[in-house]
Structure formats: C-alpha cells, structure tokens
Nanobody, 123 residues
Framework: QVQLVESGGGLVQAGDSLRLSCAASGRTFSSLTMAWFRQAPGKEREFVITMSRVGSTTYYADSVKGRFTISRDNAKNTVYLQMNSLNPEDTAVYYC????????????????WGQGTQVTVSS
C-alpha cells in the first residue's frame, strides 16, 4: 500500500506561482510512476502531468504545457508540481497519484491517490 500526502495549496492571484509537494510512503518510490491530476468545481477530474520512475520522460496536458513542471526527488520520496503563470482556470483540487505502470496518463492507470489540496487562483 502506498500513502500519498499533498501539501502547498492555497489562494494566489493570477500570474503568481505555486509549488505543490507530495510525499509518498509505503513502497519503493523509484518504482512508482507519479502524476498530478486536478478537479475543478463542477467538472470531472483530469490529467495534468506525469513523470516516469527515473524522471527521464514527462507527459503534459496541453492546458499546462509551458507553465507547469513536475519533478521528483527519489531520495526524499517526494514529487513536486511547479505551477507558473497561474490563471483562474487552474482553480481546482489537485491530486497526487502513483502508478505501478508506465506510461500512465489516464485515471484508471493509477492505483494510489492522495487526499487532494485546494488551489484557488483569483483574477
């Protein structure tokens, strides 16, 4: 079993940056594909970004390309989501997810989920 705990959410203004963190435990971190998903009010949860086990490959949703980056520190069992140039459309609950598979860009590919952290971007 894998436990995921997100942190770093909050209220920011349009154009600001924010970094989310997700700490993992319960399994060898370097064996996990890590990703971020988000769910905006009234919408379904959607894929944001994912990184391979050793960090060599990343897939992005078109909506965040050029603004969001993912990184991982396998020594700290932590994955990060750096979000730049935030806009109100980025307002959502952001979820960290872990998969035993690669590649993995759909929700059903992910076996473990965090509880989510709220990101609100004001205009």
């Amino acid at each position: 079993q894998v436990q995921l705990v997100e942190s770093g959410g909050g209220l920011v203004q349009a154009g600001d940056s924010l970094r989310l963190s997700c700490a993992a435990s319960g399994r060898t971190f370097s064996s996990l594909t890590m990703a971020w998903f988000r769910q905006a009010p009234g919408k379904e949860r959607e894929f944001v970004i994912t990184m391979s086990r050793v960090g060599s490959t990343t897939y992005y949703a078109d909506s965040v390309k050029g603004r969001f980056t993912i990184s991982r520190d396998n020594a700290k069992n932590t994955v990060y989501l750096q979000m730049n140039s935030l806009n109100p459309e980025d307002t959502a609950v952001y979820y960290c997810a872990a998969s035993l598979n690669w590649p993995a860009v759909t929700q059903d590919s992910y076996h473990y989920w965090g509880q989510g952290t709220q990101v609100t971007v004001s205009s």
